[in-house]
């Protein structure tokens, strides 16, 4: 038996040998395939790096390209970021708050209604869960309108609370948590409440430890949606005070302002925090982004 | 009393699913009555007027809504033929074992989704600048072009559109059906294999039929993101007035009409016909593809 499974892998070893060979044409061409268009999707972020050091206007009268040419190229728009006193900071740090704020919210409201349905019968049950499908469906630009006068009545406009009240219980993220919580047993469940623990004992202190890889991942997608938003929080934020990054880019393009040196060394530095997130964090960003998709 | 509270197992659910059940109702439910109650009304600031149908029928004879409407739909359309068939393609390339340096060209195509559309739109209205030193005119250049007016004309605005779409979602995509490919047994290719399979065959009888689900995810959600662009051509053409509307949407015609224009009851049945037209191609297509007889 055991020289019957050695025969057979070292035929398949050797089978593989020959496969390798075989196939190395289909290799490179494989590779060359994944190199040419890897290369085409990262050429953008190329030209926008090249482009913080030449000078904005001339960028602006000539279009972004990836020439190089030492001479007229300078750090001279990053000396005016970081010595002169202009709103990037701000912005930046408006972002920052704001993704951390609403992330925070989002995770634990949505963890708090997902271990209701992922760890208890009730009645009404499947028909509120369909409504969380539901809202995951209907795109958010078709309420924007009676969002944004709902939020105007109860007088929220240009404040952060404004912002992130109404994707407070996240539906996506309520559907991710759950769909992990039913991978755990309600034995737990049951053996916390003999300990004499409350229902919300036996969340708080039983299972939202439990929940910590789950948190990680979704953590890191809506930190993501958060500091990349522009719609919502462009319509509700009135001063640019409170801008964030993506509205503050954008009020740089304006024909108005004349602060194009800015524009691109603010849209690099935009970039560069979720490019080290996902560094540092790949495998979350993954399993976030895909959770929906696994189940269908 | 307290303790008697959180100790009962019959209140927790609901106390648990509170919060979504909250924000459901005052920001899902409520906004959607009102935008269908205001559908059917002239509303101006400080008074409402039922009109009937006014609205609608307005909208039926309302030339640059069709041109809005056309315009996403035709985006729709494209994205689906674009951003389905090639990732999927892509995925099986990449899954396959002549694949050299999966993990860094997963993430390399996966970083443009990381970028907020603010920045998204500011590269690629650079890149395709109008100028003959431009980007994407120093490569039409190459192969023996004039230089275009990228997004001055219809043609090729929608381009820079589509171009800026499969930037941002190939790698996206590619995730989801990767993940979906992770979920077929190997046992199904093992007997091909046996049976003399090659490997388009193996693609068209194995690969695509196990990855319906996967497929039906991505389309269901592609739809109504590309029904529902708006953001996108906001910053690729520097706001809401393309030239001759080449890049308006219909949320952009919605937020012209909502926003800029302060015609609610118009802008709300814009968004309402934009939700059923959403809602009946999912439901056909889910229905199409047998989704509702398999009971889950």
């Given at each position: 038996m055991q020289s019957n499974i050695s025969l057979n892998s070292k035929k398949s070893a050797q089978k593989n040998a020959v496969s390798r060979g075989k196939n190395l044409p289909k290799r490179i061409l494989i590779f060359m395939l994944f190199a040419i268009i890897a290369l085409i999707l990262l050429i953008p972020f190329y030209t926008l790096f090249i482009s913080t050091f030449k000078d904005g206007a001339l960028v602006i009268a000539n279009g972004m390209d990836v020439s190089i040419n030492t001479a007229k190229m300078s750090f001279k728009n990053y000396m005016i970021l970081f010595t002169e006193k202009n709103s990037l900071f701000t912005w930046f740090f408006n972002s920052l708050f704001l993704t951390i704020l609403q992330v925070v919210c989002q995770l634990f409201i949505s963890a708090f209604v997902a271990y209701g349905f992922a760890m208890y019968d009730f009645k009404g049950k499947n028909f509120l869960f369909i409504c969380v499908l539901f809202v995951m469906m209907v795109p958010f630009e078709i309420l924007m309108l009676p969002l944004y006068n709902q939020i105007s009545d109860m007088h929220l406009t240009n404040s952060y609370i404004g912002i992130i009240l109404p994707t407070i219980a996240s539906a996506s993220t309520i559907f991710f948590f759950r769909q992990y919580l039913s991978?755990?047993?309600?034995d737990l469940v049951e053996a916390g409440r003999i300990d004499g623990a409350s229902e919300y004992g036996i969340f708080f202190r039983l299972i939202l430890p439990i929940m910590k890889p789950s948190f990680a991942a979704m953590a890191i997608l809506n930190a993501m949606f958060s500091w990349n938003n522009l719609l919502w929080p462009m319509l509700v934020l009135k001063d640019s005070g409170k801008f964030t990054l993506p509205i503050g880019l954008n009020t740089l393009l304006t024909p108005y302002g004349n602060n194009y040196n800015l524009l691109f060394v603010g849209s690099f530095i935009s970039v560069i925090p979720v490019f080290i997130l996902f560094a540092c964090f790949q495998k979350y960003f993954v399993e976030g982004m895909t959770a929906g998709a696994v189940k269908g | 009393m307290v303790k008697r509270f959180i100790y009962n197992k019959k209140a927790a659910p609901y106390v648990f699913i509170l919060p979504f059940i909250l924000v459901f109702l005052l920001f899902f439910i409520s906004p959607m009555i009102n935008t269908v109650i205001m559908s059917f009304e002239d509303v101006l600031p400080g008074s409402r007027k039922f009109v009937g149908f006014e609205n609608y029928t307005k909208l039926l004879g309302d030339k640059v809504f069709l041109v809005a409407l056309w315009n996403s739909f035709k985006y729709m359309i494209w994205t689906l033929i674009l951003l389905i068939p090639i990732p999927m393609i892509l995925a099986c390339i990449i899954d396959s074992k002549l694949m050299v340096g999966k993990e860094f060209f997963k993430s390399a195509l996966y970083l443009p989704a990381l970028t907020s559309v603010a920045v998204a739109g500011i590269i690629f209205r650079f890149a395709f600048g109008?100028?003959?030193?431009s980007l994407m005119n120093q490569v039409v250049a190459l192969f023996g072009m004039d230089p275009f007016k990228w997004l001055k004309n219809g043609t090729t605005g929608f381009i820079v559109l589509l171009v800026l779409a499969c930037w941002r979602w190939t790698g996206v995509n590619m995730l989801y059906f990767l993940s979906g490919l992770k979920?077929?047994?190997?046992e199904l290719y093992e007997s091909a294999d046996i049976d003399g399979a090659n490997t388009w065959q193996k693609f068209r009888y194995i690969t695509i039929p196990q990855l319906k689900p996967t497929t039906i995810y991505v389309l269901t959600i592609s739809i109504y993101a590309g029904l529902a662009m708006f953001i996108e051509s906001y910053m690729v053409f520097n706001g809401n007035n393309s030239p001759n509307n080449i890049g308006l949407t219909i949320v952009g015609y919605l937020y012209r009409q909502g926003i800029e224009k302060n015609a609610m009851g118009y802008a709300s049945a814009v968004g309402l016909v934009l939700f059923v037209i959403g809602m009946a191609i999912n439901l056909v297509q889910l229905k199409l593809n047998g989704t509702f007889k398999k009971g889950d």
């Open positions: 991978g755990i047993p309600r | 109008e100028q003959a030193t979920n077929i047994p190997g």
